[in-house]
């Protein structure tokens, strides 16, 4: 059975550089045709989807948050990663990982945990 795992600092100041892996165990991030997201949920707010890495590689990014995103992969350690950039404390909220058969995972997918950060001085 596939699972995820969050991880990364809790804490990140303003302007820095957000960074989070998620590890999978079970199953191979290159399997066809799985799409692996990451996703936020501010506090008292909605989830959103902040953008996905395919079994191929081919990275998608809501428009949104595409000019601070990257959505990398390590294929040796069945890893990906988040990075959002210049962070502000709006930025704050629980991320989460995801794979789906979908581009933009929907709450039918497989989900990690989920992990809290928050960007403060």
């Known amino acids: 059975q596939v699972q995820l795992q969050e991880s990364g600092p809790g804490l990140v100041k303003p302007s820095q550089t957000l960074s989070l892996t998620c590890t999978v165990s079970?199953?191979?991030?290159?399997?066809?045709?799985?799409?692996w997201s990451w996703i936020r949920q501010p506090p008292g707010k909605g989830l959103e989807w902040m953008g996905a890495?395919?079994?191929?590689?081919?990275?998608y990014y809501s428009p949104s948050l595409k000019s601070r995103t990257s959505i990398s992969r390590d294929t040796s350690k069945n890893q990906f990663t988040l990075q959002l950039s210049s962070v502000t404390p709006e930025d704050t909220a629980v991320y989460y990982c995801?794979?789906?058969?979908?581009?933009?995972?929907?709450?039918?997918?497989?989900w990690g945990q989920g992990t809290q950060v928050t960007v403060s001085s």
């Open positions: 890495i395919a079994y191929s590689g081919s990275t």
């Open positions: 995801a794979r789906d058969t979908r581009v933009v995972t929907t709450q039918q997918g497989i």
């Open positions: 079970g199953g191979s991030i290159t399997t066809n045709y799985y799409y």
